[in-house]
């Protein structure tokens, strides 16, 4: 072992696990963990040596049991309409991709969880490419990290990157403690101070991971729903065999009765054919409203209809936009807030659903993906 890999990279803890590490494993104050925080978060400086504020026998001690080890940029991109897409190396060889979409008033930055995934959607690139690893939270929250330091050090109230999705590469929900951990740093103070309601966590429908989730987290739950029956939601999604569409209301609901003020919104990719009938929105209506007559208020469950985006090698093509427009209409006219998401930078292919990253030795760790989650009603230990 090299000595670097014997160090602690700070990145991989949240303020909790920060400020134990101060106290035990260097024998400091809690407090210097908020101090160092504020470095890495609010000024990316990654240099011990240039925390100032902190005495020389501490950094001293940090330099020789810690690290602030910010994941590599091999590749970025602008896009014509302002994102900006990452590809960021990880070990073995993999490199997932992040991007930044800037829009009026707000920024928000798509955030992998995984180096591929094991879920298999059919229509998304990243589905398609199996699963190699979760990401660790010093991965994850590295990918806030590169952006935030690219877009500059501005004051708190002007800051370019507002909002996060859990929407990148992989299952959020199936890497659990990394995820709620890095959620944790992006919403603490001394982290990137984000809102609880700007900090999404996309899921394609882990029943007791929904659960678990909402003990653990107050962020806001978009769930990858694209069809409004099982029999077509199963061609989608397989997961929808093991937690089929009443399973996954249910767990909704229980979601939203604990956060009574937030939303749920569910995400509906338009597919030409596919799931885009007036007879797919009547009934996907009649989910919603019946969601929102369960928890008694309005708007409780959200829409989002995602127009298609091509990858290579998919035999899906993205709805017309008149029949999205109808689609939108049928929902809206039956009290469900429907929104149409823009599509942005496919012409650096940053769409949903074209993160594709680089992922390698797959075959043997999806094989072993598969068992862990045929045999268990909480497989997050599938890493
Ligand atoms: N695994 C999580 C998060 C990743 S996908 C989930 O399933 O929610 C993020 C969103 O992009 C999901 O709603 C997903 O269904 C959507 N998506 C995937 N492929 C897409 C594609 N080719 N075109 C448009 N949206 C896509």
Redesign the pocket.
Known sequence: MTEASTRTNLFNLDRPGLEAFFADTLGEKRFRAQQVMKWIYHRHVTDFAEMTDLGKVLRAKLEQHAEVVPPTVLFEKPSADGTHKWLLGMDGGNAIECVFIPDKGRGTL?VS?QVG?G?A?T?????TQGFNRNLSTAEIIGQVWVAAKHLGNVPHHQRKLTNV?????????LNFDNVVRAMGLMRDDNGFGLANKRVTL????LVPMIDKLSEASDVSL???L?APDDALRTTL?PLNKKYPIAELMDACVRYAERKPRTSITF???MMKGINDDPSHARALALLMRRMDARLQRENAAKV?L??????PG?G?E?SDEDVIRRFQTILLDAKVLTMVRRTRGDDIDA????LKGQVLDRTRRQAEFNRRLQAQATPDAAA
Do not use: D, K
């Open positions: 798509c969880s995934c879920l959607c229509f998304c690139s990243t589905g999705v859990m929407m990148g590469m992989g299952e959020p929900l996309s899921t394609a429908g978009a769930v990858s694209h999604v995400e509906y990719t989002n995602i127009p298609f985006n091509r990858f998919t899906y993205r769409a949903c659903g074209q």
